[in-house]
């Protein structure tokens, strides 16, 4: 009798006290909507910059280049700046929020430029417009020229701020430039800002160049071409433009690729029909053999922590992809879908490998997780390959060639993106035709 | 006699008590109707391979036993003076790399690390913070027994969600209201413990009172940026949201929520 009263009043009341709890687990991948307001100019800096940059007004040019970095990313969309209610002068002041909760921005990007002492100096403020509050200031002061990488260092910022991860926009990417008729192509190294500004070559196109592969802490390149009509892996300073070739091997070298800490070099030498991978120290110089097997390895990439190597071989009689430690030792295949699988490459991240994949005459770019599960496929064509990943480890730049006609015209090849969603593709501009992209680390760290 | 009609009536008078609070266990064998089942389409890639989202029940015990000790260590708010920006200078243009003078004193991130607020919940409330946590997660342990008691939904169980939460269609209502609000940032580490746990208070009309970041000291950890980037994109769902879709009647229920944002799922794929 006594028990069920005792329960009845232990039951009832600890019900009404629970607080209720609902689970979010998720959300949109809509771009964040984000008001990019031009960058506010004195009428005297503005006459300055226009003397020396030949630019009407640099504050606006800059909020392009910012506008235009988000925008390819996928992950913001920046509004017109036609609805605008307030003028570029708030950036001396506290904004509107409501007037920018007006045309749905969740996010506001305010600054302005000014000339001191020959210098540009760029103050920009980024604002939560929902929570009317303020999430970062910072300013920068340059030489007037270097105002592009201004644009894509704030757009660094903003990115990081907004979505958790590192940006990857004052970086550069380094390609071959394609010229010429299929069969006579003129192939020349290039390098350009990652949004195709600022294209200069760096060799004349009188050897043909492929795979140049930047060093992940400084400006060098290691890249093939012909020496005595020998492939052969070279390296060369951007900065200074001395190049050499790589080690003194008695065959061909190629797929060279920078280690990690940027002090060794990894390539494929090829000898008597099979082909091995190599090490170089570029301090002591001394070579190390890292497999040494019957079979075709090659297209060797670190991971981010250097205590692994992916390659590709065909060990198993169809091309597949192979994981081993540093030294060569516990390989182990971790590609078994269908198709043959080629140029691995392990993400800045270290949790995914990129790859170029082949099946019924298809090419696919793809990543898969590093022990070979969790396999996606990117993107689809007619041919494509070579995937390089950017400095945050989330956009892959590759290139795709389109099919001859039957006059031997309309060959093209181009380098295109593509995020991790698989959704944002996009074709990166460049002056001539190109292939074999790599993207270089952030400059500014 | 006597003993015995007192005891008649004491026994009948409990026994009306029970049916008039139509106790579940005194209630009408249930109709045996299948249970109701949420459809949310999402579009999904065919070549995508998305494993499950771990259970925030799990993640919650993980977060008690790392963090208790945090909610106890925030200390009083203090004033931050504003001031403009410190000039981070770019090198020549024959430099190789950018170079920062000095660190910005109007970098939020370093404001951030002085300032630890009182919540304001905790002002107003008179327990102990630690009493508090303590409460959530008892609640939330019993509320997920509760949840998976009344998986089956029956008509004589429908009239006691009153006392139980929000009913399924209630709370599906509210996170695909949610679920549409939330951009989730991209960028963030899926290895990581995530939880962004949420307590808002509501009035009737759905409109948001108040919200506040239970972890809130977590804000403001070193080497804890991500989690300040979901809180605050969290805060930004709920306002961007507001009115939230709540019920239309028992108030006093819902009028504090607790909303658990877990990204995990999403960033995996």
């Known amino acids: 009798m006594r028990h069920i009263i005792l329960f009845l009043i232990l039951i009832l009341p600890s019900q009404s006290l629970a607080l209720i709890e609902v689970d979010i687990t998720r959300g949109n991948l809509n771009p964040l909507p984000i008001a990019v307001s031009p960058l506010s100019i004195d ?63 969740q996010a506001l990007i305010t600054g302005k430029v000014n000339y001191i002492d020959e210098n540009l ?37 903003v990115y990081e701020r907004l979505t958790g991860e590192k940006g990857y926009f004052d970086t550069r990417i380094i390609y071959v430039a394609e010229e010429g008729p299929k069969t006579k192509r003129i192939k020349k190294l290039a390098i350009m800002d990652q949004d195709g500004f600022n294209n200069k070559f760096l060799t004349l196109g009188n050897e ?28 060369l300073d951007i900065e200074t433009g001395m190049q050499e070739v790589v080690g003194d091997f008695p065959g061909m070298t190629y797929a060279p690729r920078f280690s990690p800490d940027g002090k060794k070099i990894i390539m494929s030498f090829a000898k008597d029909g099979k082909s091995d991978i190599y090490t170089m120290d570029l301090e002591n110089r001394i070579v190390e053999r890292i497999t040494n097997h019957p079979s075709i390895d090659t297209s060797p990439s670190y991971s ?46 270290g949790d995914l490998i990129a790859f170029t994949k082949l099946h019924k005459g298809k090419f696919y770019i793809g990543v898969m997780r590093t022990d070979g599960s969790g396999e996606r496929l990117l993107t689809e064509n007619y041919y494509q390959e070579a995937p390089s990943w950017s400095p945050n480890g989330r956009v892959l730049i590759f290139y795709r060639e389109t099919k001859t006609d039957k006059k031997g015209e309309g060959f093209s090849a181009k380098l295109w993106s593509i995020d991790l969603t698989g959704y944002n593709e996009r074709l990166v501009k460049t002056e001539t035709d190109a292939s074999d992209p790599s993207w270089s680390a952030l400059l500014s760290n | ?77 203090k004033k931050v003076k504003k001031e403009k920006p410190d000039a981070i200078p770019l090198p020549d ?73 929000l009913s399924l269609s209630e709370e599906d209502a509210l996170k695909a209201q949610i679920f549409g609000c939330w951009s989730i940032p991209l960028g963030l580490p899926y290895d990581k413990n995530l939880l962004v746990r949420i307590k808002i208070q509501l009035k009737p009309d759905g409109s948001v009172i108040k919200s506040e970041i239970l972890d809130h000291a977590r804000m403001n950890k070193p080497g804890q940026g991500f989690y300040k980037v979901l809180a605050e994109s969290a805060l930004r769902a709920i306002k961007l949201c507001q009115p939230l879709r709540v019920p239309s009647t028992g108030y006093e229920r819902w009028k504090d929520l607790q909303l658990n944002f877990d990204p995990r799922e999403m960033l995996e794929g």
């Open chain 2, 93 to 165: 243009e024959n430099t190789k790399e950018l170079k920062k003078i000095k660190d910005d004193k109007q970098n939020p991130e370093k404001i951030d690390n002085e300032v630890k607020q009182v919540s304001e919940f905790e002002k107003d409330e008179l327990f102990d913070p630690n009493n508090i946590a303590a409460l959530i997660d008892k609640s939330k342990v019993e509320e997920a027994d509760t949840i998976n008691k009344t998986q089956k939904v029956t008509q004589a169980q429908d009239r006691n969600v009153d006392n139980i939460g």
């Open chain 1, 121 to 157: 100096r760029v103050e920009f403020r980024l604002w939560d417009v929902l929570a009317g509050k303020e999430m970062m200031a910072l300013a920068f002061t340059t030489v007037p020229t270097n105002w592009r990488r201004v644009g894509h260092i704030i757009t660094d910022k």
């Open chain 2, 1 to 77: 006699m006597s003993r015995n009609l007192i005891i008649s009536s004491i026994l009948h008078a409990i026994l009306i008590i029970i049916t008039a609070m139509s106790l579940p266990f005194l209630a009408k064998k249930p109709i045996d109707l299948p249970p109701i089942v949420s459809v949310e389409l999402i579009q999904i890639s065919d070549k995508t391979n998305i494993p499950f989202a771990p259970k925030a029940k799990k993640i919650i015990e993980k977060v008690k036993e790392k963090e208790k000790k945090l909610v106890s260590e925030q200390a009083p708010p």
């Open chain 1, 208 to 235: 043909l160049v492929l795979t140049p592969r930047f060093n992940p802490t400084s400006q060098m390149v290691t890249y093939l071409s012909y020496f005595r009509n020998l492939p052969r892996v070279y390296l």
């Open chain 1, 43 to 105: 009428e005297e800096s503005r006459k300055n910059f226009k003397k020396i940059l030949k630019k009407e007004n640099i504050g606006s040019e800059i909020s392009i280049i910012v506008e235009n970095n988000l925008r390819t990313s996928g992950l913001f969309n920046p509004l017109n700046k036609d609805a605008f209610l307030q003028k570029p002068d708030i950036a001396n002041l506290k904004p509107r929020f409501e007037d920018w909760n007006l045309i749905k921005a």
């Open chain 1, 304 to 349: 981010p922590d250097g205590k692994y190597i992916c390659f590709n071989s065909d060990r198993s009689g169809y091309q597949q992809i192979y994981i081993m430690d540093s030294d060569g030792k516990n390989v182990k295949r971790i590609s078994f879908g269908r198709g043959l699988y080629g140029t691995p490459v392990w993400s800045p991240r």
